[in-house]
């Protein structure tokens, strides 16, 4: 919660703010009519950065060869374990159910990458990076000039998630091509539907393409901005209470909010996983609506008998 720079402003945190180019950047002497460098853009670079060394990270203590005996196939590491559970659980519970076998193993690298970086993209959202920055130069270096070049939430910005939601959209329809073809492409807008119907579920079905990345979009950034508002919101009632009611409602109003910021802390990092897991697995669904659904039906259904005829007699 970036108070500090932003005094009673609670969407000063989750607003973008411009380090070189635009109208008030952190640096002066840099302004233009375009922004050519902000925080967010920073923040997303370093999400990047620490989400490949993460994987390579994770990879090389999962990876087998190393040791002898039994423990070579073991993943060594507590926080490799726990991200290699995570990846296992997503791919046999979420996407592997959807996807089926053939399309799992083609998109799962693109399915856990997307998770991962929105994951991390959220979490950075909860470190005070701002604020630390702001004490930084106010305590010990004396700068009047309220400066930060990264932290805040880049997934907070609808650019940013517009973005994603685009790349995923490219995916969708590259895959549908590939998967069906331009002849299978417009059947699945047309829905079967007889031909004097199509003047009317064509515009439907392109309004349902754009619609549903967009809904990825709008979802993510919602989640985002409402949360860390409502963060925002309660440490600023110590403040408020301390200009009414003077030190005894500072001490009062203020312990309560800090309890109730710290339970909403939890929340927030409870949504950060889930927005993360439901851009993912919606993407993914949306990826199956685009294949070839009936081998992978057919596959389930036998399963199925099996598993009946295996049943006991009653």
Known sequence: ???????????????????????????????????LLTMHMVSMLIAAMLTVWMM????????????????????????????EVIILYMREKAIHPVLGEANTNRFLPFLLTLFFFILVCNILGL????????????????????????????TSNLAVTAALAIICFVVIQVHAFRELGVKGWLAHLSGGAPLYLLPIMLPVEFMGMLIKPSALAIRLFANMVAGHTLMAMLALFGKMAFAGLGTGGLIGIGFVSILAAVAISFLELFVAFLQAFIFMFLTAVFI???????????EEFEEGLTEYDELPAH
């Open 56 to 83: 390579m990270t994770v990879a090389s203590k999962i990876g087998t060869g190393k040791g002898s005996g039994n423990e070579r196939y073991l993943t060594t590491g507590r926080f490799s374990q726990m991200i």
């Open 1 to 35: 919660m970036n108070l500090l720079a932003f005094s009673d402003n609670p969407l000063g945190h989750v607003v973008d703010v411009q380090i070189i180019g635009g109208d008030n950047p952190v640096i002066p002497g840099t302004e233009s009519s375009v922004p």
């Open 288 to 298: 199956s609506q685009m294949s070839h659904h009936h081998e992978d039906h057919h």
């Open 127 to 154: 470190v005070p990076l701002m604020d630390m920055q702001h004490v930084l130069g106010h305590g010990i270096i004396g700068s009047e000039m309220q400066w930060a070049f990264f932290g805040g939430t880049a």
